[in-house]
């Protein structure tokens, strides 16, 4: 168990150094970074829009109904909302949902090309595998993510804002003057080194995972679960680590 | 020239290729047959680096291939075309982009220039029309001539082939067979063939090594095949009705 373990961390990192190779043709790259931003970011924005909306609605409605002592102002609902979304919901609970939709279509596009030997073609072409199918992925969801995470937050904010003056709970402005309250610009600072990290360890590892396929369809699936469940995990452990040290 | 030189090859503790030597030479469809499982693939894949050997050597003329690092590798795996046995053309590219990818890759060639070279290499193959179609959309025979248009696009010194009929009907298997035999002899490329096809063997066999427990076995042209005495060999080759009929 250790030792595998210590196995895939070791093949990873290797892995990752051919990944960072400078790559055979710049132009090819840039097109590839531009095809992937499409696949992996721009796929997603709807997924991301829908929960983000719900969930910041729901956030609020909770937030209302746990504050039944007027000693606590009504703005902090829109304050508690927002800080919420922006320190956790959207860093961490969008990646973690990123990782199931954007790490399982990589490591199964990965997983299918080395099973039907399209990754040994490219390798015989002279051109390095790991650089060509991984980089451009990794690049682009590490562009693209902070966007994504980004419209997320505001889309939350607003989900709550909705449902709060919806259902009469909160006035507009009293809302709108608590997402202003206290706003610290290192907040969105510590969301956006998350999000980057996620977006690294999400396409990394779930790329690892379908390079290093062996055997036929089975096992691409096999690839692709490995791939999430691995690249959610790794988002947990370095939420706390992170949120350690930047914010402790 | 190609060349092995002793090689050794083994996963975990099982011993594919043991001590092999072997050697193919240009302008000549070197075909390599031998049982499923003998180690066919192995060794073509150890050829040309996608596996490492145990030990040993692999000589492109007289360069020691495999003792490169994969820069240099690079270098000689601009002059490999290689039909791999499932094909393996890009499935988000159409047929056209598949064969242009190498060019894209290593020339600067203009889109026109590289469609033309395309075009060319399909029409090489017999197979006109289906330039904007994805892998997915034509038949298993269109696939393999696909996958010898990318192979060749970059006029390659060495062409590799993995059972280039497998899965094909008699008659398609024939015209991708002469195909290559063709190509081979036009441009005096060391052609190397995976088989286990008499029929390509009685057709092409210009060199013939039979690998049987990982070693070469035998080794001969179209016509001695069929009279050779060496049992092992003859077990393969006459195992069917047909092949003993023609004897
Ligand atoms: N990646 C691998 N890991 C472990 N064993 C392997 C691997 N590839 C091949 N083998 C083993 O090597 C042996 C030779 O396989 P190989 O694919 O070369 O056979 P082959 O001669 O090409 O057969 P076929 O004609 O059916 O394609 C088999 O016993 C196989 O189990
Ligand atoms: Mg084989």
């Keep these: 168990m250790i030792k595998s373990f210590l196995f895939h ?3 990873y990192i290797l892995l990752m150094r051919q990944v960072f190779k400078k790559p055979e043709k710049q132009s090819i790259y840039i097109r590839q970074i531009m095809v992937e931003i499409e696949n992996l970011g721009l796929d997603s924005v709807g997924i991301v829009a829908f929960i983000s909306t719900f969930m910041g609605a729901v956030l609020c409605i909770q937030m209302a ?3 039944d ?8 609902i829109g304050f508690v909302t927002r800080q919420s979304v922006v320190l956790e919901f959207s860093p961490t ?12 279509r990589v490591a199964s596009e990965l997983g299918t090309m080395r099973v039907t030997e399209q990754i040994d073609a490219i390798e015989i072409i002279g051109i390095n595998p790991a650089t060509y199918l991984i980089f451009p992925k990794v690049i682009a969801a590490v562009l693209i993510n902070p966007i994504l995470i980004m419209m997320s937050m505001i ?3 607003f989900g709550g804002w909705l449902a709060g003056v919806l259902t009469g709970l909160v006035s507009s402005s009293v809302y709108v003057y608590g997402i202003k309250a206290f706003f610290e610009s290192y907040d969105i600072f510590y969301a956006m080194v998350k999000t980057v990290v996620f977006a690294f360890l999400i396409v990394s590892i779930s790329g690892y995972h379908g390079f290093y396929t062996k055997g036929g369809a089975l096992e691409v699936g096999a690839s692709s679960t490995k791939g999430v469940v691995h690249s959610s995990i790794a988002i947990i452990v370095f939420n706390l680590i992170l949120t350690k040290l930047l914010l402790a | 020239m190609i060349e092995a030189r002793n090689v050794s090859k083994a996963f975990g503790d099982h011993l594919v290729l043991n001590d092999l030597s072997v050697k193919f030479e240009p302008g000549k469809c070197n075909l390599i047959i031998g049982q499923s499982g003998s180690g066919k693939t192995v060794l073509m894949k150890c050829l040309v680096g996608l596996f490492e050997i145990d030990s040993g050597k692999v000589l492109y003329g007289d360069r020691v291939f495999s003792r490169m690092s994969f820069e240099e590798m690079k270098i ?7 039909l791999f ?8 590219m159409t047929v056209e982009e598949n064969v242009m990818f190498p060019l894209s890759m290593f020339t600067n060639q203009t889109l026109p220039e590289k469609l033309d070279r395309a075009n060319f290499c399909l029409s090489r193959v017999k197979l006109e029309n289906a330039n904007k179609l994805y892998p997915a959309e034509i038949s298993g025979g269109m696939k393999k001539r696909v996958a010898i248009a990318r192979a060749i696009a970059m006029n390659p010194k060495y062409l590799f082939c993995d059972e280039p009929n497998s899965g094909l009907d008699p ?3 024939n015209v991708i067979d002469k195909l290559i035999s063709e190509i081979t002899q036009e441009y005096n490329m060391t052609t190397v063939i995976n088989t286990h096809d008499m029929n390509s063997v009685i057709e092409i066999g210009d060199r013939i090594s039979y690998i049987h427990k990982g070693q070469l076995w035998w080794q001969g042209d179209k016509d001695s095949i069929l009279k050779s005495d060496n049992p092992e060999l003859n077990q393969f080759v006459f195992a069917t009705e047909l092949t003993r009929k023609l004897k």
């Design chain 1, 155 to 157: 889309l939350a904010v």
């Design chain 2, 171 to 173: 008659l398609t298997a």
């Design chain 1, 9 to 11: 961390i070791g093949r």
């Design chain 1, 65 to 67: 109904f746990n504050i």
């Design chain 2, 85 to 92: 046995q499932g094909g393996a053309l890009f499935d988000s």
């Design chain 1, 69 to 76: 002592t007027p000693l606590i102002p009504l703005y902090t």
């Design chain 2, 76 to 82: 000689i795996r601009q002059e490999i075309g290689m």
């Design chain 1, 93 to 104: 609970i969008i990646s973690l949902i990123l990782a199931g939709k954007v790490g399982s």
